[in-house]
């Protein structure tokens, strides 16, 4: 059988080409890697948890409107994808402080945000993804005025519906980070979400003990880290506890 031609490695993901023009495979890995690099290992089952988790997450949006790449999951670790042109921005939406905002401006790790704040980080290994302002994406063109307001209300109309799902399965979304890409439909062109939502780009936590239900376990080396994934996967309903006939729906939390 004839293989199939890679376009791209990163980290966590491979980009194969597509069965028809404009889409591509992606393909999860186990692979983790934090502090750009700096730490590398293998969480075993991440990439198949991933691959339902971001699925599911990418179909739920779809259902509010929010334009997104994924098309539908091919196999475990597989899912069709639309081909879009990536703009190199990660954006992430914070709701309670964490992580680099808690180090960077000494705000207590668990304080919750009066509002939700949005960053822009620019991708790239080389410089470390640094942190960018707006000014900084017009003016030197990665992105135009009018993209980022797009960008801005998908963002947080993606963060408003997922706090909702996360809380109703007793989990908080501390934080997470968004990539979007443009699509070319005849001379038209469309900001969709791209990339993936998963533990792996989200920081969650239970709500009621605070327990941390994303990567951070592995930055941090907490342990049991492949348990806090499949957690996630089980509160949405998306674990299947005997094959892929087992599926339920979200369990409500009280
Ligand atoms: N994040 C990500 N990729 C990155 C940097 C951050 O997915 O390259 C996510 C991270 O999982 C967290 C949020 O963005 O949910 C905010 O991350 P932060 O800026 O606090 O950086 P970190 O502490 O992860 O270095």
Redesign the pocket.
């Known amino acids: 059988m004839a293989r199939r031609r890679q376009l791209y490695e990163g980290k966590a993901k491979i980009l194969f080409e597509g069965p028809e023009p404009g889409t591509l495979v992606q393909y999860f890995k186990d692979d983790a890697t934090a502090g750009n690099g700096a730490k590398k290992g293998i969480i075993t089952g991440k990439g198949v948890l991933n691959n339902r988790i971001s699925e599911y997450l990418m179909q739920r949006l779809a259902e509010i409107g929010i334009p997104t790449h994924f098309v539908r999951r091919l196999n475990m670790r597989e899912q069709l994808i639309r081909e879009v042109e990536i703009i190199p921005i ?1 954006v ?1 939406i914070r709701n309670v402080a ?4 808690s180090t960077r401006l000494g705000i207590e790790e668990g304080t919750r945000l009066p509002r939700s704040i949005i960053e822009y ?1 620019l991708k790239n290994d080389a410089l470390n ?1 640094p942190i960018v302002s707006e000014e900084h994406i017009t003016c030197f063109g990665w992105a135009g005025t009018a993209d980022l307001d797009d960008m801005v209300a998908l963002s947080l109309r993606i963060n408003d519906f997922l706090c909702g799902l996360f809380l109703g399965v007793g989990i908080t979304l501390v ?3 968004l990539e979007f890409g443009r699509l070319w439909e005849n001379d038209e062109m469309r900001i969709i979400l791209a990339d993936e939502i998963s533990p ?4 969650l936590w239970d709500t009621r003990t605070n327990e941390k239900l ?2 951070d376990r592995f ?1 941090r080396d907490l342990g049991k880290v492949e348990e806090a994934y499949q957690e996630v996967a089980k509160r949405l309903g998306i674990l299947p506890e005997a094959g892929v006939r087992d599926l339920k729906g979200p369990e409500a939390v009280q």
């Open positions: 990660e992430v964490a992580g680099s905002i980080y993804d934080d997470f980070k792996d780009n989200c920081r994303d990567k930055r």
